[in-house]
């Protein structure tokens, strides 16, 4: 098995991350403390260094603590700030006066970090703040050193490109990275036309709800959140697991680790998020570095394109 996993660079920035990266939405404040510390320690002697760690609690939303946790896993297994990365969420709706530093600080106090080595937009959900004040007070943030890179999460082609034009027009750092839904299932707007431009002027993806809330992964549909339903197509990914599992099969890897594998293959993706709770899924997750070696990426892709749902059903332009 892979033990080291390679790195990519984000866009055309000097930052590199590991193609794989693990996430914590609604993940460490699951899990037995000490095992939660076990995976964190294979994961990066493995060469697993970017973390997705976000403030998920809301003032309206019961209390969640799983940045707060993995502040103390880091302390519990011994890291020192330069072993790991950090991706932090910003959220358009709490932007105010003070731009997004005051969630940002926060972030950081909840994380014990003082500083982010990327963050990434929450969804584009108001009209009364701007895509220039949102440029503006990123530049300042990128430019005291408290942000490294950014980027956007499920925002359209259209929105991206405008990001990128102003940041431009101002002199500061432009976006470089979008989160995306992909999984075998879900490839209408990172495998689309829109996207497909942005990419080839040297911008990146980073693959997200790869499993469908462990759906495609081989379990069954849970009670807990999983991410939005873009196309109302939940039902047909459910029907297509059992599928995605013979393939799986066939091959000789597991369901996961083909739709791990699938993400990789994406020329623009530059690290794929995944949660997981156990270190035997975190174990066999490394494995799909080696899936995607033995079989390639077009026959990776060929062989999962009978389980594309959202063909035709999601616009490729984006939300």
């Known amino acids: 098995m892979t033990s080291t996993v390679p790195t990519r660079r984000v866009g055309s920035s000097d930052l590199h991350v590991s193609q794989l990266s693990l996430g914590s939405w609604h993940t460490y404040d699951r899990m037995d403390f000490a095992e939660a510390v076990t995976v964190l320690k294979r994961a990066i002697d493995a060469g697993i260094t970017l973390f997705d760690v976000a403030v998920y609690a809301h003032p309206d939303m019961p209390p969640t603590f799983t940045d707060v946790i993995f502040s103390a896993m880091v302390r519990a297994a011994g890291l020192a700030r330069e072993d790991y990365q950090v991706s932090a969420k910003l959220w358009i709706n709490a932007f105010g006066e003070e731009g997004f530093r005051p969630q940002l600080t926060n972030a950081f106090l909840r994380a014990g970090i003082d500083h982010a080595d990327m963050a990434i937009l929450g969804d584009l959900q108001r009209d009364d703040v701007t895509l220039e004040e949102l440029v503006l007070d990123l530049g300042r943030l990128t430019q005291e050193g408290l942000i490294g890179e950014w980027g956007v999460n499920n925002w359209s082609a259209t929105n991206v490109r405008r990001l990128r034009e102003l940041a431009a027009e101002h002199g500061v750092k432009p976006p470089q990275i979008a989160q995306l839904k992909y999984s075998v299932a879900r490839r209408a707007i990172p495998d689309g036309e829109p996207f497909g431009q942005l990419f080839a002027d040297g911008f990146s993806m980073q693959a997200s709800d790869i499993f469908e809330g462990g759906i495609l992964a081989g379990r069954p549909p849970q009670s807990r959140q999983i991410g939005r339903d873009p196309g109302g197509i939940r039902e047909d990914i459910i029907s297509s697991a059992a599928g995605v599992a013979r393939v799986a099969e066939e091959i000789g890897c597991t369901p996961a680790q083909l739709c791990l594998a699938f993400t990789l293959a994406h020329p623009a993706n530059a690290t794929t ?36 749902a959202d063909k035709g059903k999601v616009d490729p332009e984006g939300p």
Not at 278 to 299: F, S, W
């Open 273 to 308: 998020l995944f949660g997981t709770t156990r270190l035997e899924q975190l174990e066999q997750n490394l494995g799909a570095l080696d899936v995607l070696e033995r079989v390639g990426a077009q026959q990776l892709r060929d062989l999962v394109t009978p389980f594309w």
